[in-house]
């Protein structure tokens, strides 16, 4: 059994707003049951991209390098592209780091709408688990340009939907 890793949060001086974007929320459920559903495909492919569009995941490689390429679709039969990246660092129930920088056979990309690096922090918090989102951007426009799309909404609709996953799930 592995033993637990120490997932306490220091201040992070490294945000930038200029660059990033962020989003924090506790989610009542054990930071395993959230990690699992980041890492599992099926867990992952249910809350992923927000309702009432359907997820179907091609790859979910949580390890560094792996690929994570999703697709999407608004009538459950036609799927679309949606997001072809890598993950670049994976510690275990701690830390996720993606990218569409580079896509999932590690080519240089350039994604639209925007390129992005993704961090995922997850912790222990004394209702469950301490969820942390940062979005890194190359460039202020790039940045911009996320947030007017609608940043906020999009990750803050998938985080509930996450966290309405784990959160039912029994303990």
């Not at 959230?34 to 490689?61: G, H, Y």
């Not at 039969?77 to 580079?102: S, Y």
Request: hydrophobic fraction near 40%; charge should be negative.
């Amino acid at each position: 059994m592995n033993p637990e890793p120490d997932a306490t949060f220091v201040s992070d001086a490294t945000f930038n707003p200029a660059l990033d974007l962020g989003l924090e929320r506790v989610i009542r459920a054990p930071r395993e049951v959230v990690w699992r559903a980041w890492t599992d495909p099926d867990r992952f492919a249910k809350w992923w991209i927000p309702a009432p569009l359907q997820c179907r995941v091609d790859r979910l490689e949580a390890r560094p390098g792996g690929a994570l390429v999703t697709r999407m679709s608004e009538d459950g039969a036609t799927f679309t592209p949606h997001l072809d990246g890598c993950f670049l660092l994976v510690e275990d129930r701690l830390r996720l780091v993606f990218t569409n920088g580079l896509d999932s056979d590690w080519r240089p990309a350039q994604p639209e709408p925007v390129a992005m690096t993704a961090e995922i922090r997850f912790a222990d918090h004394p209702e469950g688990t301490d969820y942390r989102i940062r979005v890194r951007h190359g460039d202020k426009a790039a940045r911009d340009l996320h947030e007017q799309l609608g940043f906020a909404e999009g990750w803050g609709t998938v985080a509930a939907q996450l966290a309405a996953l784990v959160e039912a799930e029994p303990r």
